[in-house]
């Protein structure tokens, strides 16, 4: 984790810095240059997790590129222009990145595009998240190809820095995640088909490889299934054919399962035989009417 967090402040800070110091000898050269550093900040802000640094380090960086931009642009002088070499160098590491980004940055935008029929949920938490999984792309959710995961959002809480955790990286202390027990709520009106209630919580980096859900609760919601998972040990509050409606009190979350650090997971799956997980067809899901992805940061009410 303490590498994430120095990428996503070293990258950006020496792409911002050169923008500024860097001297062009033309108004053409000024702009290739920030349109392949932009590109590659780009898809480190689509698809790096900034929840591990800071969301609000995420939205910090494209204001000081645009700054870095206008200071470059007043830089230009055909006095910087170099020689031959110099040029070689220039273009061949320039549109070495615009080609190479521009596929890496497909893929990020396309986690962004909203899937046809989706099924709208509510939200299954109260106060103030982030996702750090979601979306129709693998890079942007690690759980995308993984059906019937496809479209699975993992969703942690965030404090007043816009981190996940008390700590930058990983912590043992399950309680300095803030997502960490939030109450989680029905996303639907529904039947509870299946759940799982014993299984412990572990403390990062373990995890239970043998029970990916770990403890779980699994609601009939209409026409689809919907998985709630990774809860914490002994807090479901609901029970096999119990009848729920959206809002009401299922259980806490954990840290149970095959869980880096607690975090709530929640997918919709359609066919399949009822009561059993991960064996259907993987449904899309918006929270509220929006298509959450990694990043996204949204509020329950």
Sequence with gaps: MWLAVSIQILVPTLLTGAIAIQRQSSRL?????????????????????????????????????VAAAVVGYKRISRAAAGG??????FWTVNLGLIVLMSGYLWFSIR????PAQAVDL???LHG???????????FTNAHFRVRPQDFALDIVGVNALGNRAALFGSSWELESYVIYGSAILSPCDGK????????????PPDRDTENPAGNYVLIEC??????????QQGSVTVAVNDEVAAGD????????????????HIHAERGGEPGVILDGQAVPITIAGRYLVRNSVFRGE
Excluded at 46 to 61: E, Q
């Design 29 to 65: 050269r000024w702009l290739v240059n920030c349109v392949a550093f932009s590109m590659v900040l780009g898809y480190l802000l689509l698809s790096a997790r900034w929840d591990i640094s800071s969301l609000h380090l995420r939205v910090a960086i494209p204001v000081a590129f």
């Design 122 to 124: 509510q939200s299954p």
């Design 84 to 89: 031959r070499l110099q040029a070689v160098v």
């Design 111 to 114: 986690g962004n595009l909203v």
């Design 249 to 264: 009190h299922l259980g806490k979350v954990g840290n149970s399962g095959n869980t880096t650090e607690p975090h709530l």
């Design 222 to 231: 209409e026409e689809v299934e919907v998985l709630l998972a990774h809860m």
């Design 192 to 203: 509870v088909s299946a759940v799982v209630n014993d299984l412990p919580d572990h403390v």
């Design 128 to 138: 103030n998240y982030a996702v750090l999984n979601g979306g129709n792309s693998p």
